[in-house]
């Protein structure tokens, strides 16, 4: 077990939020959308969409997303009884500001489509830039305490196995999201906030050596041998959904969200999920999430994942193996630790959500918290 001093991660800036909207500017950005979906669900979706009148038009605001806005749109049911293959309601994402990027859209697009094909996603109905009009799913979205339930997380990790072994046209190196947490440590100095409480969490985080903790991280990665496979990267549980109308005995979870996957290491998406189980979103209040340490899972948890995991991997391939890589042993030292690499992630890239986005969400309050878990796990790891 390493042993390593914990910086103080201070959470006193966990207070309430200090501005709200107004409510003349929240009545006319509401307005502004409604007036934009409908043109958008007009020019792309045609059929019925084009003729309905706008005062029919309704979009509503879809919980879930720390990175893109999700709306609900949909026109009157009658419109859908002229024999048109069209739907009635769609969901329209806009994309947050730091997925506008021309290269990530279009692999994101690539992936969100060939899954469609596949039946592992949501139809894709149009994409234009800055965001795209897919498939509405009948169904809700996972809930933290969902996910630490054991029959819920074997379903889980039967469908992440399953994701895993695919095959897509994209950038085969595992070198993605190192790449981009590169990228967010070399801007997080030239990040500048008006607010007093974010500068005063801001220049907590940069106490932090994160040029030293970043090698530490490479260091161990390089010594894991993880294998490399076609990764999801986000898998917690506002991106999960349960299909109430499943099958009796088809697994009834869906992965949605697919802007960070690409090809990375196994035990990041293991990793990454077994700390999403100390993270609740759907907290009212500011910072809207709850941050649990002591719900990260435990060895009996974790194994019953794993043992899901391997077992779907082996009976899909209908192959058997002694690698060493695929025993549960192996695989929770190894998601340990990603976790780490996970921890790290997701606190730079708040930070730069901080700067760049307009969700009324603790993006600093959520780094530091990032921050405090990373270096708890750190005592962990072996």
Same mark, same amino acid.
């Given at each position: ?103 990530? +859209?279009?692999?994101? =697009?690539? /992936? ?8 592992? $996603?949501?139809? !894709? *109905? ?95 990665? +390089?010594?894991?041998? =993880?294998? /490399? ?8 549980? $506002?991106?999960? !959904? *349960? ?140």
């Amino acid at each position: 077990m390493a042993t390593v001093d914990i910086p103080s991660v201070s959470t006193e800036c966990f207070e309430p939020a200090p501005v709200t909207v107004k409510g003349a500017e929240a009545l006319s950005e509401r307005l502004e959308i409604h007036d934009e979906a409908y043109q958008l669900c007009k020019e792309y979706l045609k059929g019925p969409w084009e003729s309905v009148p706008k005062h029919e038009f309704r979009i509503s605001l879809l919980q879930g997303g720390l990175s893109n806005k999700l709306y609900i749109c949909r026109i009157p049911d009658r419109y859908g009884n002229s024999g048109s293959q069209c739907p009635c309601i769609v969901i329209l994402r806009i994309y947050g500001l730091i997925i506008k990027d021309f290269t990530a +859209q279009i692999q994101e =697009s690539v /992936v969100f489509s060939i899954l469609a094909e596949r039946k592992l $996603g949501p139809k !894709l *109905y149009a994409v234009f830039p800055g965001g795209r009009l897919e498939e509405y799913i009948p169904c809700r979205a996972l809930c933290t305490d969902d996910i630490q339930k054991p029959i819920m997380s074997r379903y889980i990790a039967q469908r992440l196995s399953c994701y895993h072994t695919m095959s897509m046209p994209v950038n085969k190196q595992p070198t993605t999201m190192m790449k981009k947490l590169l990228l967010y440590h070399e801007n997080l100095v030239h990040v500048q906030f008006e607010d007093g409480r974010k500068t005063k969490m801001l220049r907590q985080i940069l106490r932090f050596d994160i040029a030293s903790e970043i090698n530490y991280i490479r260091n161990l990665v +390089q010594d894991t041998d =993880s294998p /490399v496979v076609f990764s999801h990267n986000d898998v917690q549980e $506002g991106n999960l !959904l *349960y299909l109430e109308e499943a099958g009796r005995n088809a697994n009834p979870i869906r992965m949605i969200d697919f802007e960070y996957s690409c090809y990375n290491h196994r035990g990041f998406d293991i990793g990454n999920h077994f700390c999403e189980w100390m993270y609740d979103y759907s907290f009212d209040e500011w910072p809207h999430f709850v941050y649990k340490i002591e719900n990260y899972p435990n060895k009996d948890q974790q194994t019953n994942f794993i043992k899901a995991y391997i077992e779907e991997h082996f009976t899909a391939s209908s192959t058997t193996t002694h690698d060493e890589k695929w025993t549960v042993a192996f695989m929770i030292k190894e998601a340990n630790r990603f976790a780490l690499l996970s921890h790290l992630f997701w606190a730079l890239w708040s930070v730069m959500q901080a700067k760049m986005s307009d969700i009324g969400f603790g993006y600093m309050e959520y780094a530091i918290a990032r921050m405090d878990a990373y270096f708890k796990q750190k005592l962990l790891v072996e």
